[in-house]
């Protein structure tokens, strides 16, 4: 949790379809680091705090960088 606010423009608008109906998102680039990777990455803003995570990474961001394994969690080599 950060006592801080993040500000970035807003780049562009991706229109979003799900089940629930169609919404436009803002999207903003921010640059991240996972381990010893730093790229400027692209996300769309969205209401997260009711989730259990407030970030997702897209499958974009790892391509060719990292493997998934979904039976472990908080892994990183």
Same mark, same amino acid.
């Given at each position: 949790v #950060?006592?801080?606010?993040?500000? !970035?423009?807003?780049?562009r608008? +991706?229109?979003i +379809?799900q089940a629930?109906g169609?919404?436009s998102r803002?999207v903003?680039?921010l640059?991240?680091t $996972?381990?010893?990777i #730093?790229?400027?990455?692209?996300?769309?803003?969205n209401? #997260?705090?009711? $989730?259990?995570?407030? +970030?997702?990474?897209?499958?974009r961001f790892?391509?060719? *960088? !990292?493997? *998934?394994?979904v !039976?472990?969690?908080?892994l990183?080599?």
């Amino acid at each position: 949790v #950060r006592d801080e606010w993040i500000e !970035a423009p807003i780049e562009r608008r +991706v229109k979003i +379809v799900q089940a629930s109906g169609e919404e436009s998102r803002p999207v903003i680039s921010l640059l991240m680091t $996972l381990g010893p990777i #730093r790229e400027n990455v692209e996300f769309t803003l969205n209401d #997260r705090t009711h $989730l259990d995570y407030p +970030v997702l990474l897209g499958r974009r961001f790892m391509l060719d *960088i !990292a493997t *998934i394994d979904v !039976a472990e969690t908080y892994l990183h080599e």
